[in-house]
């Protein structure tokens, strides 16, 4: 119940955000990174944008066990990756937005709660394989 549940958050997170990339390019920027985009730039976003809808939609949960723990495991090394990411970009650049460091927050929280629901089941499935012993 709790991998699916976080799996589900994590998901909508990435699909909601995707959309705001499409619809809301500059103002996305603005809040993040403290600047508007110039030239292609608005074109990478909205692609990124579409990639995370994209991975949103494939992560969500399903009935098929293993699937559902792919997705997990999908999730957690891109939110591991984007907090990276948005720490550097935050300490080693001057694109610093209002929304920045609440952004490392978000991706540092899914990251630990994705990290913690792959641990609850191991845990669990090691439980269940020394019982039916």
Same mark, same amino acid.
């Given at each position: 119940m709790w991998r699916r549940a976080t799996l589900m958050i !994590? !998901?909508?997170v990435e699909i909601l955000v995707g959309v705001s /990339?499409?619809?809301a390019t500059n103002g996305q920027s603005? /809040?993040?990174f403290g600047t508007? &985009?110039?030239g292609a730039g608005a074109g990478f976003a909205r692609l990124a +944008?579409? +990639?995370l809808i994209s991975l949103g939609i494939a992560c969500l949960p399903s009935d098929h066990f293993e699937t559902n723990r792919r997705a997990v495991r999908t999730l957690l090394v891109f939110n591991i990756a984007a907090t990276i990411l948005f720490a550097w970009i935050g300490v080693g650049t001057t694109f610093? +937005?209002?929304m920045l460091w609440p952004v490392v927050i978000l991706h540092a929280v899914l990251a630990?709660? &994705?990290a913690f629901s792959l641990s609850k089941e191991s845990f669990a499935l090691k439980h269940s394989a020394a019982r039916a012993l």
């Open positions: !994590a !998901a909508w /990339f499409v619809l603005q /809040f993040v508007t &985009l110039d +944008g579409i +990639g610093r +937005g209002v630990i709660a &994705l």
